[in-house]
């Protein structure tokens, strides 16, 4: 492959899928500027190793896994690079049965997070991966999947009331569990 048929199905992937891996990746640093240094790292290594990928069609997979490898790797050296933010993406928005979330108080309850429950809620809620996705993409069982996801759902909701102190709504019986 040359490398001009590489940037050509790079620059293909950029614009498919820079909006969905920036959303993950700010998910999981909590950081604008992190986050693009994510996106751009998984774009540049995807140049270099695009032959390597079999199937096409899961591009979005993979480049998720080297957001997340790349995020790990980063978190284990010291002064990880930072950069300016991506102009125009707004962060979705973000609802629950008793109304909008504070898109910070919601990222500093994720930043707290162990990672093994992280990661799970984020693909699962953020990006709209199915257990069985989920599963593969962290070569996990499924069954360890819906457990993380649960312990991960409950985690932030304790963490969110208690930040919200008494505007809360009281939590369910079964939500305490982890």
């Known amino acids: 492959m040359t ?82 933010t991506f102009d125009g993406f707004a962060e979705p928005a973000i609802e629950d049965s008793h109304g909008a979330v504070d898109r910070e108080e919601l990222q500093a309850a994720l930043n707290e997070m162990p990672e093994d429950f992280r990661l799970p809620v984020i693909l699962f809620y953020l990006q709209e991966m199915s257990y069985k996705q989920i599963a593969a993409h962290l070569e996990v069982p499924e069954g360890t999947v819906m457990s993380r996801l649960s312990r991960g759902k409950a985690y932030l909701r304790r963490r969110l009331i208690t930040r919200l102190g008494d505007e809360a709504p009281a939590p369910l019986a079964a939500d305490t569990s982890v």
């Open 3 to 84: 490398d001009g048929e590489r940037a050509r199905i790079v620059s293909g992937w950029v614009e498919e899928h820079s909006l969905p891996l920036y959303r993950f990746a700010y998910r999981l640093c909590g950081s604008a500027a992190d986050a693009e240094d994510l996106v751009q790292q998984a774009f540049m290594t995807a140049q270099q190793k695009v032959g390597q990928l079999r199937d096409h069609d899961k591009a979005l997979s993979w480049l998720l896994t080297i957001v997340r490898n790349t995020f790990l790797k980063g978190r284990r050296r010291p002064g990880f690079a930072q950069f300016d």
